[in-house]
């Protein structure tokens, strides 16, 4: 399986961490990070939230190539610049942001308001 850190555990986060759908298709969340002391020490299906601050060692270590962000806008691009320098090359980004990165790294955006939006368009 291909192994992904998950940066941002909040309700959409964890929501993610829940899914199973990515574990049947070769996808394992093996690192979640956040930023939010009420979070960092904690278990979401037995993985522990880790601190941001170890994102890098942790990331070369488990050799991740493959990152999920869902945090706020304002914290994603400063996020994404130290994903890139740890190595990340692919990025699922929730995050209401367009992300700034090299042409070497591939990035997808979700954004559920805007699927949202389209759909009502074409109900009008």
């Known amino acids: 399986p291909w192994k992904v850190a ?4 909040g309700n959409l ?3 993610i961490m829940h899914y199973r759908g990515f574990a049947r298709n070769g996808f394992e969340i093996v690192l979640a990070f956040d930023n939010n002391p009420d979070l960092i020490g904690t ?21 991740i ?5 869902t945090t706020p806008a304002s914290e994603a691009q400063r996020l994404m610049n130290r994903l890139v320098t740890v190595g990340i ?9 367009i992300l700034i990165v090299p042409e070497d ?8 308001v805007l699927a949202l939006q389209k759909m009502a368009y074409y109900l009008e």
Do not use: C, M
């Open 43 to 63: 278990e979401v299906l037995g993985l522990r939230i880790q601190d941001e601050i170890n994102l890098e060692d942790e990331i070369q270590r488990k050799d």
């Open 89 to 97: 090359k692919s990025v699922l980004n929730y995050a209401p942001i």
């Open 13 to 15: 986060g964890q929501a």
């Open 105 to 112: 790294v591939k990035v997808t955006n979700i954004d559920p």
């Open 6 to 9: 998950l940066f941002g555990i």
């Open 65 to 69: 190539k493959i990152a999920i962000i």
